[in-house]
């Protein structure tokens, strides 16, 4: 199959105006709701002024842009190629002997292209951004004071509140976050003041206290005492410890691997890690997709003239893909599908159809 540059260049050139204008355009609305969104959290929060609520919209810019990213590629491709149609560019085209193939084809490159850049560049800003949002919204709009953190070194945990301050480290970790090993328990008042420091062979948290067995406490004034048995109170419950880990999305892309093999050796769960890195590599699949999902139908118009049932018929192909994409993942969260299957279903099923369709049409 011969290509021309020319043509190429040229239907590239709209693709991506088309697909700029649409992305500006949707992120621009997903902004200003998540603004407003954001407004009406901190509306009862003295603390939390226009300025906050404006930097925490814009830290999370990158992430509402991730999400339109599918969405903009399809409905730029459509508006592609409605607008050749409607030109009778299309129809000139198809009929000097052009296949439908060299008009997919540099959309579909640069579908591929922004998908490898979304993946490799794109998201580790986008994670970077979105932690920073979620530490400024744990502190001013949820009011939260503990935080977990799993490093090779073991497990570290805070909680507490103005007042006094509890810092666990733990060696071992095992009934997801609900029994630990070899623990020291650091405690703080006024803010820098050490109080005295708990080790203790095991921890296991019960309903608002944690269970310590062979516990040595070290109090500031050097005074040591030991007890078989212990009992420290707690605010903190098992999902709340799952719920302090670092969500998926503030990982960059490249960090997420080692994070899963560091939770892995502390005994937590990584399903959802692994579904989300899956999610992100398997971007680039998911926008060829949503490619050829718009030339399926838009690429019809030419032969049936029915432009309005193609142009609802491929948007509403497309939003099914993106809503089968959600149920996969969730199928994957609650253990139903493996994460890779999960995370790489709905795209490559979706992309195989399209190829089918279009050979169809093509080649009869």
Same mark, same amino acid.
């Given at each position: 199959?011969?290509?021309?540059?020319?043509?190429?260049?040229?239907?590239?050139?709209?693709?991506?105006?088309?697909?700029?204008?649409?992305?500006?355009?949707?992120?621009?609305?997903?902004?200003?709701?998540?603004?407003?969104?954001?407004?009406?959290?901190?509306?009862?929060?003295?603390?939390?002024?226009?300025?906050?609520?404006?930097?925490?919209?814009?830290?999370?810019?990158?992430?509402?842009?991730?999400?339109?990213?599918?969405?903009?590629?399809?409905?730029?491709?459509?508006?592609?190629?409605?607008?050749? $149609?409607?030109?009778?560019? #299309?129809?000139?085209?198809?009929?000097?002997? /052009? !296949?439908?193939? @060299?008009?997919? +084809?540099? =959309?579909?490159?640069?579908?591929?292209?922004?998908?490898?850049?979304?993946?490799?560049?794109?998201?580790?800003?986008?994670?970077?951004?979105?932690?920073?949002?979620?530490?400024?919204?744990?502190?001013?709009?949820?009011?939260?004071?503990?935080?977990?953190?799993?490093?090779?070194?073991?497990?570290?945990?805070?909680?507490?509140?103005?007042?006094?301050?509890?810092?666990?480290?733990?060696?071992?970790?095992?009934?997801h976050g609900a029994e630990l090993g070899d623990v020291i328990i650091f405690t703080f008042e006024d803010g820098?003041?050490?109080?005295?420091?708990?080790?203790?062979?095991?921890?296991?948290?019960?309903?608002?206290?944690?269970?310590?067995?062979?516990?040595?406490?070290?109090?500031?004034?050097?005074?040591? $005492?030991?007890?078989?048995? #212990?009992?420290?109170?707690?605010?903190?419950? /098992? !999902?709340?410890? @799952?719920?302090? +880990?670092? =969500?998926?999305?503030?990982?960059?892309?490249?960090?997420?691997?080692?994070?899963?093999?560091?939770?892995?050796?502390?005994?937590?769960?990584?399903?959802?890690?692994?579904?989300?890195?899956?999610?992100?590599?398997?971007?680039?699949?998911?926008?060829?997709?949503?490619?050829?999902?718009?030339?399926?139908?838009?690429?019809?118009?030419?032969?049936?003239?029915?432009?309005?049932?193609?142009?609802?018929?491929?948007?509403?192909?497309?939003?099914?893909?993106?809503?089968?994409?959600?149920?996969?993942?969730?199928?994957?969260?609650?253990?139903?599908?493996?994460?890779?299957?999960?995370?790489?279903?709905?795209?490559?099923?979706?992309?195989?159809?399209?190829?089918?369709?279009?050979?169809?049409?093509?080649?009869?």
């Open positions: 199959m011969y290509v021309s540059p020319t043509l190429s260049r040229y239907i590239a050139r709209r693709f991506l105006s088309s697909f700029a204008l649409v992305f500006g355009v949707l992120v621009a609305v997903a902004f200003l709701i998540d603004l407003v969104n954001l407004g009406d959290r901190a509306s009862s929060r003295e603390e939390a002024g226009f300025g906050l609520v404006l930097e925490m919209a814009l830290l999370r810019a990158p992430f509402l842009a991730q999400k339109a990213l599918p969405f903009a590629l399809l409905f730029g491709a459509m508006l592609t190629y409605v607008w050749l $149609e409607r030109t009778h560019e #299309l129809v000139v085209s198809r009929a000097a002997g /052009v !296949s439908a193939w @060299q008009f997919l +084809l540099p =959309s579909l490159a640069i579908a591929l292209m922004l998908g490898a850049f979304a993946v490799t560049a794109f998201s580790p800003l986008a994670s970077a951004m979105t932690s920073r949002f979620e530490q400024l919204e744990t502190r001013f709009l949820r009011g939260q004071s503990s935080h977990l953190a799993v490093s090779p070194g073991g497990l570290w945990l805070r909680e507490g509140d103005r007042k006094r301050q509890f810092v666990i480290h733990a060696n071992r970790v095992s009934a820098d003041r050490f109080v005295e420091r708990v080790d203790a062979e095991t921890a296991v948290l019960l309903d608002g206290h944690w269970d310590l067995a062979n516990v040595s406490i070290t109090r500031s004034n050097a005074t040591v $005492e030991t007890h078989d048995r #212990l009992q420290m109170p707690t605010e903190l419950t /098992v !999902s709340r410890i @799952q719920s302090s +880990l670092a =969500s998926p999305e503030t990982l960059s892309f490249w960090e997420l691997p080692g994070f899963i093999e560091t939770m892995e050796r502390a005994g937590f769960s990584v399903t959802r890690h692994e579904i989300h890195w899956h999610a992100i590599l398997s971007t680039p699949l998911l926008l060829a997709a949503m490619v050829f999902v718009a030339a399926v139908f838009s690429l019809r118009l030419t032969r049936q003239g029915r432009l309005g049932l193609f142009i609802v018929a491929g948007l509403g192909a497309g939003f099914l893909l993106y809503f089968l994409s959600d149920v996969s993942l969730a199928l994957g969260m609650s253990g139903k599908l493996p994460p890779v299957l999960s995370a790489w279903a709905p795209a490559a099923i979706f992309a195989m159809i399209g190829g089918a369709l279009l050979f169809h049409m093509e080649d009869g």
